[in-house]
């Protein structure tokens, strides 16, 4: 089985600042919110966890799979917002108002990572790791994430894009035979 949760917390998500790829630590909110994630999985031993190369991703990871390493893979981290990173998500510019009000048929401003560069290198993570024995415990962003999920539900057409992943919202997704299911959240 493979769990995917989006990090804790941080102050820049507090302040509702589009964050991307700048590497703050979770909050002490965002580490209750880990240690609730943890004990929500208790009873699942982890194989293998990944995670983000950035702080928060791999503070979660430890607080959620303690006794298993971190694996660091690049392709987990998040979106690359470019010149619009750590802009006030209150009161953003036109260009990136009209991208987040259609994410499947709007492109990234210039500048930003698309889209389809985020699964693609979900899916190709994904391809990786889909044959590795064991519950796997992946800690990520949530548009590295929404990437994760529109990979493995491509019938979505898009739809994971606007919907709304909490801070350490996890999705499970059962592989069999090197198939990677559905995902669908745990709640």
């Known amino acids: 089985m493979i769990y995917i949760i989006r990090h804790g917390q941080t102050e820049l998500n507090h302040a509702h600042a589009l964050q991307g790829r700048s590497d703050h630590p979770l909050n002490e909110k965002g580490r209750a919110e880990a240690v609730q994630a943890a004990e929500k999985l208790k009873n699942t031993d982890f194989s293998y966890v990944f995670t983000s190369p950035l702080t928060r991703a791999v503070e979660t990871a430890k607080l959620v799979a ?45 500048g930003m990572e698309q889209l389809s560069s985020v ?65 669908a959240e745990l709640v």
């Open 66 to 110: 303690p006794s298993v390493e971190p694996v660091v893979d690049e392709r987990l981290i998040e979106m690359d917002y470019g010149p619009y990173e750590g802009l006030d998500l209150t009161n953003l510019p036109p260009e990136i108002l009209h991208f987040f009000s259609d994410f499947v048929h709007n492109p990234a401003p210039e």
């Open 119 to 183: 699964v693609e290198r979900a899916g190709e993570f994904l391809e990786e790791i889909r044959n590795l024995p064991g519950n796997i415990l992946i800690s990520t962003h949530a548009i590295a994430m929404k990437g994760m999920l529109e990979y493995l539900t491509p019938e979505s057409k898009g739809s994971y894009w606007s919907r709304y992943i909490g801070n350490c919202a996890i999705y499970t997704a059962e592989i069999k035979d090197g198939h990677i299911g559905v995902p």
